[in-house]
């Protein structure tokens, strides 16, 4: 499997993307035993009183933890600091690039952003990586919301700091969100406008407010965005790209570093958040440091030698058979699988639809005919996979079966505009033979070619246009050619002249922001609390927006109002129901060739850490949680 082109779906994880995010959102939730406290500010839904301060905001106004909670389940507060953890960047938000960097500010659409940059920012807020939906005071040591939920006031610690010792104000958390708001990354300025104003009430009080049509999650989006000095961002261009580290208030500073080869961070030995309840047992190591490669396969070799310690693996061939090694062999290296409760995103061949050669659906459908992921599988991935079916696999959220009376009641306004079949069984691509060539699902794509007007003259396809019909997919990598070329051997075979064309990954980003492209590999995380962000991926006006996620150029009414069924709802069954119905109607409309999934990590290091008794439920926790082990170092001799 390769997933390196991996991007997190529009979660709040995906969004804010920092030492402040919160933790993944969930669908199931907790089970109530596990929920003992509610003190929490809900983020949507009435309540009795005006600005009651609480400890914590969570969706639906439940916690796992007190206000006198000492730190989470999950971490070991006496974990040693010391030491240094180095890896590759393997998912990624904003501007990005996972091969390359030459800009210091990620959070704006322009240059290609560094690795670890959210590790140098405090948040409102932070979350928790066992809980699905909740937040945890930060910089703010509490919340608190007006009865009709349209504005919620943030208290600031006195204690809060930036790294040169000036003190978080109020009016820095306003000039950030007005900031993002206007000039952030194009993702960012979208899920923003829900802002009506921020207002900074007192030095430590500000008050944020939302328009009375606002969604469900973006309290909580605002309470985990990276906190920016308004003394610093004076006098310079907040848009443009720079390799002068942000002024921040993490746990970590930016370190030495090499553009486009290598970024180090360096623990703040005086942070002033380290002991607080969110932060107790985390930030251990000394040094974090990210390594840039070109070609994935000369960073693992890289990996191999020992010339960095931790990597998420996502290729099934060296999975299965590149660790076998001296180092591997001997335990100095391990190999880990992670289950995590998360369900899986969509990851796949996308179409751009802005193109006419990709308007028809019935030629889009025939072309993930010619994807034999079978022969795939078992030839090239080991038979490691399984076959992606929906945009919310495995959760609650994956459509099954015929539409529920509250799908229906969601769908019915739209049928006119939709296919039948959403109104049936959801739609799923069927399964190739394995042989590589699979008789049958050809014929069928030949005939909907040919039903959508495309003409076969001689060896070649021409479209209803009349031009031949080529297909040239795009990349930066050479890592998914041994699955493209067998997928285009069967394009050829239907008459389509399909051909990859790898560039350099900045030419890469500045091909995707501008929506220059026949199709292109990308894979997305999901949340298990999916809301606003989706429209980032899936909405209208994203697909028009430069630099947004809607690589397949999605228009479509029924999909915005199901976003927004989904942002609004007040329940999680609701939730559930709105994604269903969307699940449908995306898989009707063949925006995708699906690749592959599976439900655990694979994780690869040099044994040199150490880490606590348990994970968190949703989350690796290899960063904030883990420790350097100075006498596994010792045994492992990495370097």
């Given at each position: 499997?390769?997933d390196?082109?991996?991007?997190?779906?529009?979660t709040?994880?995906g969004?804010?993307?920092g030492?402040?995010?919160?933790?993944?959102?969930?669908?199931?939730?907790?089970?109530?035993?596990?929920?003992a406290?509610?003190?929490?500010?809900?983020?949507?839904?009435?309540?009795?009183?005006?600005?009651v301060?609480?400890?914590?905001?969570?969706?639906f106004?439940?916690?796992k933890?007190?206000?006198?909670f000492e730190?989470?389940?999950?971490?070991?507060?006496?974990?040693?600091?010391?030491?240094?953890?180095s890896?590759?960047?393997?998912?990624?938000a904003?501007?990005?690039n996972?091969?390359?960097?030459?800009t210091?500010?990620?959070f704006?659409?322009?240059g290609?952003g560094?690795?670890?940059?959210?590790?140098?920012?405090?948040?409102?807020?932070r979350?928790?990586g066992?809980?699905?939906?909740?937040?945890y005071?930060?910089?703010?040591?509490?919340?608190?919301?007006?009865?009709d939920?349209?504005?919620?006031?943030?208290?600031?610690?006195?204690?809060?700091?930036?790294?040169?010792g000036?003190?978080?104000?109020?009016?820095?958390?306003?000039?950030?969100?007005e900031?993002l708001?206007t000039?952030?990354h194009p993702?960012?300025?979208?899920?923003?406008?829900?802002?009506?104003?921020?207002?900074?009430?007192?030095?430590?009080?500000?008050?944020?407010?939302?328009?009375?049509?606002?969604?469900?999650d973006?309290?909580?989006v605002?309470?985990g965005?990276?906190i920016?000095?308004?003394?610093?961002?004076?006098?310079?261009?907040?848009?443009?790209?720079?390799?002068e580290a942000?002024?921040g208030?993490?746990?970590?500073?930016?370190?030495r570093?090499e553009v486009?080869r290598?970024?180090?961070?360096q623990?703040v030995?005086?942070?002033?958040?380290?002991?607080?309840?969110?932060?107790v047992?985390?930030?251990?190591?000394?040094?974090?440091?990210?390594?840039?490669?070109?070609?994935?396969q000369?960073?693992?070799e890289a990996?191999r030698a020992?010339?960095f310690?931790w990597r998420?693996?996502f290729?099934?061939?060296?999975?299965?058979?590149g660790?076998?090694f001296p180092?591997r062999?001997?335990?100095?290296?391990?190999?880990?699988e992670?289950?995590?409760?998360?369900p899986?995103?969509?990851?796949g061949?996308?179409?751009?639809?802005r193109?006419?050669?990709?308007?028809?659906?019935r030629?889009?459908e025939?072309?993930?005919?010619?994807?034999?992921?079978?022969?795939?599988n078992?030839?090239?991935?080991?038979?490691?996979?399984?076959?992606?079916?929906?945009?919310?696999?495995?959760s609650?959220?994956?459509a099954?079966?015929?539409?529920?009376?509250?799908?229906?009641?969601?769908?019915?306004?739209?049928?006119?505009g939709l296919?039948?079949?959403?109104?049936?069984?959801p739609?799923e691509?069927?399964?190739?033979?394995?042989?590589?060539q699979d008789?049958?699902?050809?014929?069928?794509?030949?005939?909907?070619?040919?039903?959508?007007?495309c003409?076969?003259r001689?060896?070649?396809l021409h479209?209803?246009?009349?031009?031949p019909?080529?297909?040239?997919?795009?990349?930066?990598?050479?890592?998914?050619?041994?699955?493209?070329?067998p997928?285009?051997?069967?394009?050829?075979?239907?008459g389509?002249n399909a051909?990859?064309?790898?560039?350099?990954?900045?030419q890469?980003?500045r091909?995707m922001?501008?929506?220059?492209?026949?199709?292109?590999s990308?894979?997305f995380?999901?949340s298990?609390?999916?809301?606003?962000g989706l429209?980032?991926?899936?909405?209208?006006?994203?697909?028009a927006t430069p630099?947004s996620?809607?690589?397949?150029?999605i228009?479509?009414?029924?999909?915005d109002a199901?976003?927004?069924?989904?942002?609004s709802?007040?329940?999680r069954?609701?939730?559930?129901?709105a994604a269903?119905a969307?699940?449908?109607?995306?898989?009707?409309g063949?925006y995708?060739?699906?690749h592959?999934?599976?439900?655990?990590?694979?994780?690869?290091f040099?044994?040199e850490?150490s880490?606590?008794?348990?994970r968190?439920?949703?989350?690796l926790?290899?960063l904030d949680t883990w420790w350097?082990?100075p006498?596994?170092?010792?045994?492992a001799?990495?370097?």
């Amino acid at each position: 499997m390769i997933d390196r082109t991996r991007l997190l779906h529009p979660t709040r994880r995906g969004l804010l993307m920092g030492a402040g995010a919160i933790g993944v959102a969930a669908a199931i939730g907790l089970p109530r035993a596990a929920r003992a406290h509610d003190h929490a500010v809900a983020a949507y839904g009435p309540v009795d009183e005006d600005f009651v301060e609480r400890h914590g905001l969570s969706l639906f106004g439940d916690l796992k933890h007190g206000p006198d909670f000492e730190r989470f389940d999950y971490v070991n507060p006496a974990a040693p600091k010391g030491g240094r953890i180095s890896l590759q960047l393997s998912s990624a938000a904003y501007n990005q690039n996972f091969s390359t960097f030459n800009t210091l500010n990620i959070f704006v659409l322009q240059g290609d952003g560094a690795a670890g940059m959210g590790l140098t920012f405090d948040s409102l807020m932070r979350g928790s990586g066992d809980e699905p939906d909740a937040m945890y005071g930060l910089v703010a040591q509490s919340v608190s919301r007006s009865a009709d939920g349209l504005a919620f006031r943030f208290r600031l610690r006195p204690e809060a700091r930036f790294h040169d010792g000036t003190p978080i104000t109020a009016d820095d958390v306003a000039f950030t969100i007005e900031i993002l708001r206007t000039q952030g990354h194009p993702r960012l300025v979208q899920v923003l406008r829900e802002v009506e104003g921020v207002e900074a009430l007192e030095e430590r009080l500000v008050e944020v407010r939302f328009i009375p049509q606002r969604t469900r999650d973006i309290p909580l989006v605002v309470a985990g965005l990276p906190i920016f000095s308004r003394a610093y961002w004076e006098g310079r261009d907040f848009q443009a790209s720079t390799l002068e580290a942000p002024l921040g208030s993490g746990p970590y500073r930016v370190g030495r570093f090499e553009v486009g080869r290598w970024i180090a961070f360096q623990r703040v030995p005086d942070y002033w958040a380290a002991d607080l309840p969110v932060n107790v047992g985390q930030w251990n190591f000394d040094e974090i440091r990210y390594e840039y490669f070109r070609d994935r396969q000369v960073a693992f070799e890289a990996f191999r030698a020992g010339q960095f310690s931790w990597r998420e693996e996502f290729t099934s061939r060296d999975w299965a058979r590149g660790y076998d090694f001296p180092a591997r062999r001997e335990g100095r290296v391990v190999q880990d699988e992670v289950e995590l409760g998360l369900p899986r995103g969509p990851q796949g061949w996308w179409f751009n639809t802005r193109r006419a050669k990709f308007a028809d659906p019935r030629i889009r459908e025939a072309i993930s005919l010619a994807f034999d992921f079978p022969w795939t599988n078992q030839n090239i991935m080991f038979g490691l996979l399984q076959r992606l079916t929906s945009f919310f696999q495995n959760s609650p959220m994956q459509a099954q079966g015929l539409p529920s009376p509250a799908e229906l009641a969601l769908l019915e306004p739209f049928r006119a505009g939709l296919p039948e079949e959403v109104f049936g069984e959801p739609y799923e691509v069927p399964l190739a033979d394995g042989s590589g060539q699979d008789r049958q699902l050809m014929r069928r794509a030949n005939e909907l070619l040919l039903a959508a007007g495309c003409e076969r003259r001689g060896g070649t396809l021409h479209l209803p246009s009349g031009e031949p019909f080529t297909i040239e997919f795009l990349d930066f990598s050479q890592a998914l050619q041994p699955h493209t070329q067998p997928f285009q051997a069967n394009l050829g075979r239907l008459g389509i002249n399909a051909t990859s064309r790898i560039v350099d990954p900045a030419q890469y980003e500045r091909r995707m922001n501008e929506f220059d492209f026949d199709m292109t590999s990308r894979a997305f995380g999901a949340s298990l609390t999916p809301g606003a962000g989706l429209r980032v991926v899936y909405g209208s006006e994203a697909a028009a927006t430069p630099g947004s996620a809607n690589l397949a150029g999605i228009q479509d009414a029924a999909v915005d109002a199901l976003i927004e069924a989904i942002a609004s709802a007040t329940t999680r069954e609701e939730i559930h129901v709105a994604a269903s119905a969307l699940d449908r109607v995306l898989r009707a409309g063949r925006y995708i060739v699906f690749h592959w999934y599976r439900t655990t990590s694979w994780l690869a290091f040099w044994d040199e850490f150490s880490w606590p008794e348990r994970r968190p439920n949703f989350a690796l926790g290899v960063l904030d949680t883990w420790w350097f082990d100075p006498e596994k170092a010792a045994r492992a001799r990495r370097v």
